[in-house]
């Protein structure tokens, strides 16, 4: 999970790319990147870290320019301390070309295979969207050959070709030097990009983004999603092309961003979060009514933040109160993006605290959006009791994640997920609770899909374990496995030599 920007204006952009990641923030807290052109020049500063840290006012200054992009990143593939891994990309042949991407390819080793045995093309990370850009470049190259000069019609035969060549999960904006911005999604629309426009004195200003509150928070009209399998081309005039570039496209979502991932006042394919958020909240407390009497709690108190919308409905449905009993530290990351289970674990405590009063001597219902690890709940359980709470239930307004997920988002391993092999009774258990109530699959498929009767389905592997672009095998999870944990040894040791570093100095 990552976001993603792109703009073509007749305005200074850099400001405004960088106003747009403040609003992409929650998406990715690692690493975070703009890229600039004037001409056929580039001009680039990313880093590791927040945008507001990353991006202070000498580095503005040198981004001049009226078109660019931007991402603000969350790791799923390659190395989360190595800062070269950070997004844009780019590359000199053919044209120049700068790259962010948002999401994963599950054929990613294949592709940098065939990238240095037969297309000649050296990939010098393990960032699986740099085999993507370089694979996108090759296409173009052969698309546009003994061409003059590039049209549209060549940049979406190229997609094409792309799109045949890659597996797995992508939302993808490209700035081709001289000719301007390319964004595409793959055939499933698994990860969200969405398109609109602003008027400006001299003409119009285009924008593509992750979510449509990027384009809202940045005063631009919100025009539609970009389709599965669908390419956008903005020349720098500001004129839109647009070419369905797969012959199989079919909407399918991933069901986790209306879970979790999204912001709620963003709209998704044609579904409101928020409202999906609320119906999961109905669908749950129908779910807890038939699990157990309602007149055994006393409060329900959502565990912050993307609870909210499910915890108030869940409320009115059983007719219980709803209150806040835990207060966040906005300035602390969130622990699912944390990397290594001890940071995440060491840093719970310090991201929520408990209101006392809500808790002293009552049967206190905490809901939350999903249950991954079950790190962060067990602790949670443990603050409610601490502060005096009688009871404490639980509440998932997602079923029990039970599978890796492979198309960009940090839940890879089958060893990480509380639910996988384990029974509710076990996971209450673990986790602490006198009571464990999950959202059924069935039921939050309904619930969202309800917003949307036009989708083919959803992307929902992490809960029913079918992978749509039917290519993940078992030996793919094996590897996963291996490079996880060669992944959590090379970051251990970046830690450790960052600390050394900090000591001497």
């Not at 719970?348 to 209101?355: D, E, F, G, S």
């Amino acid at each position: 999970m990552c976001g993603i920007v792109g703009v073509i204006s007749k305005a200074p952009v850099n400001q405004l790319i960088y106003d747009a990641l403040l609003l992409l923030q929650h998406r990715g807290q690692d690493a975070a990147g703009i890229v600039t052109a004037v001409g056929t020049k580039f001009f680039m500063h990313k880093a590791r870290g927040m945008v507001r840290d990353v991006f202070r006012t000498r580095n503005m200054r040198a981004l001049p320019g009226t078109v660019g992009l931007g991402q603000v990143r969350y790791p799923t593939a390659g190395n989360a301390y190595n800062e070269e891994e950070a997004q844009p990309f780019y590359v000199n042949a053919p044209f120049g070309l700068v790259l962010v991407h948002n999401g994963n390819l599950t054929n990613a080793h294949l592709l940098k295979q065939e990238l240095f045995a037969i297309d000649r093309r050296h990939i010098n990370t393990e960032s699986d969207s740099e085999v993507l850009l370089n694979v996108l470049a090759h296409e173009l190259e052969l698309a546009a050959r003994d061409l003059p000069k590039l049209t549209p019609a060549e940049i979406f035969k190229a997609v094409r070709v792309v799109h045949r060549r890659l597996k797995g999960s992508y939302a993808v904006v490209c700035l081709i030097a001289g000719y301007g911005l390319l964004a595409f999604r793959d055939p499933h629309g698994i990860r969200p990009l969405c398109i609109g426009e602003a008027d400006l004195p001299d003409g119009k200003e285009v924008m593509v983004a992750s979510e449509s509150v990027t384009l809202e928070g940045t005063g631009h009209k919100l025009l539609r999603d970009v389709a599965p399998g669908e390419a956008v081309f903005v020349d720098l005039d500001g004129r839109i092309h647009t070419q369905q570039c797969s012959d199989h496209a079919s909407l399918s979502p991933c069901m986790f961003e209306f879970v979790y991932l999204a912001r709620p006042d963003s709209v998704m394919d044609g579904i409101s979060v928020y409202q999906a958020r609320l119906n999961l909240g109905e669908t749950l407390a129908q779910r807890l009514i038939s699990t157990m009497p309602p007149n055994e709690i006393d409060v329900v108190i959502p565990i912050p933040e993307s609870s909210r919308p499910s915890a108030m409905q869940l409320a009115q449905k059983i007719g219980k109160p709803y209150r806040e009993g835990f207060v966040k530290n906005r300035y602390v990351g969130r622990t699912f993006i944390m990397p290594g289970q001890g940071m995440r674990k060491k840093s719970v405590r310090q991201k929520l605290n408990a209101i006392g009063s809500e808790f002293k001597g009552r049967n206190v219902l905490l809901v939350d959006d999903s249950i991954v690890r079950g790190t962060t709940s067990k602790e949670i359980v443990q603050m409610a009791r601490e502060a005096g709470a009688r009871k404490v239930y639980l509440a998932s307004a997602a079923p029990p994640v039970r599978f890796p997920n492979v198309y960009g988002i940090d839940m890879p391993t089958k060893s990480e997920l509380i639910a996988h092999d384990r029974t509710i009774e076990e996971i209450r258990e673990y986790i602490g609770a006198d009571a464990l109530i999950y959202q059924d699959v069935a039921a939050m498929k309904r619930a969202v899909g309800s917003l949307n009767t036009g989708l083919a389905g959803f992307e929902a592997s992490c809960f029913d374990g079918v992978y749509i672009t039917g290519d993940v095998s078992p030996d793919d999870f094996a590897a996963m496995e291996a490079q996880r944990r060669s992944q959590s040894e090379d970051e251990e040791d970046s830690r450790s030599r960052l600390a050394l570093q900090n000591a001497n100095e």
